[in-house]
């Protein structure tokens, strides 16, 4: 049986060897991932800044917002259609990439695991997109950023109920955090058991609660290794400091016109080189649980799981009818 350490170190050495395969199933949803994170801090930023508990005059800066969007892009049919269609890509970008290349990084380890051939990954996870998308509808609820989201409404537009609020939604965002936690194998079960939605729950629960001590140490090993959430936290608060930076530095070397282009192409520059950072590590944490689950399955359910690269869910291909 292998240690924690182990685990994640096969893991890495396995997004290492599959880079090439695995890289793009991961730079997709971290890209999409920063965009809307990007979006979430500023709004988060500035709805503090312009609410009563930060400027006397109030006022709802989401709707301030959105009129003066509205004002800018209604000025032209292309600007409209333009910013609709970014704004529909992002979103499903930002909502389906996540689950459907999560998915296709379990499959294909699992194929990589047992010798087989690493492909179909994308396949398979539309297979089972019905079952990943309520387990994702699920655990979105229970997220810490949900709890937050709620915390920040409260603070904004009832700040006396601030000291009533909190220790409520504390609790349930340990409860949230510890549900999590029991399924953190669940995407492992719905694409290499092709278990139901309550099938995956109890299969996670019931390998977490009885490996308690590896998956608390996977788990710890992956927050100290796994930086992404940090990372992207910090260059996100630091992009529009350096966008605004370098716009005026071109603008007094050049002109306004100049300084903006250039600023966009670098901003666009270190997104991309975020999203690249990101996309490795988003990798890196599914196969960790990938890895897990295929050394613990057969510990906790005390049967085989893999046998042959066969048993590998995945999608065959239709013959013709003559």
Known sequence: MKSAKEIVAEAWHITILHRSKLFRLGFAPAFFSILVTAWYLFYQVQSFRYSPLFSDGGGDFLFSFLTETWHIINTSNVILILFVGFLIIILLGWFFAPLLCRAAIVHLVARSKTGGEMRRGMMSALLHFFVLFEMAAL?????????????????????NAISFITPILVFFAVLGMSALF?????????????????????????MVLENLGKTFKILILFLLVELRVVMNIFVILALPIIFASITGIFAYLFSDQIGIILAVIILVALIFLAAYISGILFVFSETIWTVAFLELYERTFEKPLLEKEEEIPELEPVSEEK
Not at 143 to 159: K, L
Not at 184 to 196: G, K, L
């Open 182 to 206: 029991l399924l953190s194998y669940t995407n492992q079960a719905i694409m290499i058991r092709e278990e139901s939605f309550i099938g995956a729950i109890t299969c996670s629960a019931r």
């Open 139 to 159: 655990k979105h609820v229970m997220e810490p950023i949900s709890f937050f989201t709620e915390f920040s409404f409260v603070a904004r537009h009832i700040p």
